[in-house]
């Protein structure tokens, strides 16, 4: 079974520019995440979808982060401008419904803003 | 809200016993997941704590007191391959079902 993959795995800018991370989930599993993890912390939820609708993004910076998942599979998160404190790594994860807890982490996304 | 607290660290050396524990306050709790993360690696996930008790799988187990808001996963027979960070995250529902990781517990093993 194909893991969560995720792109790129590195990436750096320059404050004020734009940056894009992809992901693809595990087939079959309707419940995608977008986490924020800054060095030596705990993920972060910033958007949880469920299928192609959003459940969750309270935590999600919205006047610079945005996310879709068209037709309920791939996920883009998009940062635009980028600030230096957005530096960190970019994880999507997926699950089942039926099981939140236990969620399956892609590789993550390492952004570097200068 | 919501609040979880880890120890930041904990050392041992191979062949030990090391137990990472665990608190939390919140509302909406269903339970008590816990994931390993190696040094620029993903979370994996290793166990999840719904009813109280002590759940084992190999030599990695996980216990949770629901009362006491406090769980703990043991690590038995430690390897230097079990050198990661530890993270809690407590499953719950405040109208959604989501998972809120701690700040994590570094573990280092030693020969």
């Known amino acids: 079974e194909a893991g969560v993959a995720q792109s790129p795995r590195y990436k750096i800018i320059e404050k004020r520019q734009s940056v894009a991370f992809w992901c693809n989930p595990i087939s079959g599993h309707a419940t995608l995440y977008w986490y924020q993890q800054i060095l030596g912390q705990g993920p972060k939820l910033l958007i949880q979808?469920?299928?192609?609708?959003?459940?969750?993004d309270s935590q999600l910076p919205k006047d610079r982060f945005s996310a879709e998942r068209l037709k309920g599979v791939d996920s883009t998160l998009k940062i635009q401008p980028a600030k230096l404190e957005d530096s960190a790594v970019y994880l999507c994860?997926?699950?089942?419904?039926?099981?939140?807890?236990?969620?399956?982490f892609g590789p993550g996304t390492r952004l570097t803003v200068t | 809200g919501q609040s979880l607290e880890q120890p930041s660290e904990v050392t041992a050396v191979e062949g030990a016993i090391v137990q990472i524990n665990c608190t939390y306050q919140?509302?909406?709790?269903?339970?008590l997941s816990w994931y390993q993360q190696h040094d620029g690696g993903a979370p994996t996930f290793l166990s999840y704590?719904?009813?109280?008790g002590l759940e084992e799988t190999g030599r990695f187990s996980s216990f949770l007191s629901r009362s006491d808001s406090y769980g703990y996963l043991l690590l038995q027979e430690l390897q230097m391959k079990d050198s990661a960070s530890y993270f809690c995250a407590v499953f719950m529902n405040t109208g959604f079902q989501k998972l809120v990781f701690g700040t994590g517990t570094r573990l280092l093993v030693s020969p």
């Open positions: 979808f469920q299928n192609n609708g959003v459940v969750d």
């Open positions: 704590n719904a009813l109280d």
């Open positions: 919140t509302s909406g709790f269903y339970g």
């Open positions: 994860a997926s699950s089942f419904p039926s099981g939140p807890y236990e969620q399956y």
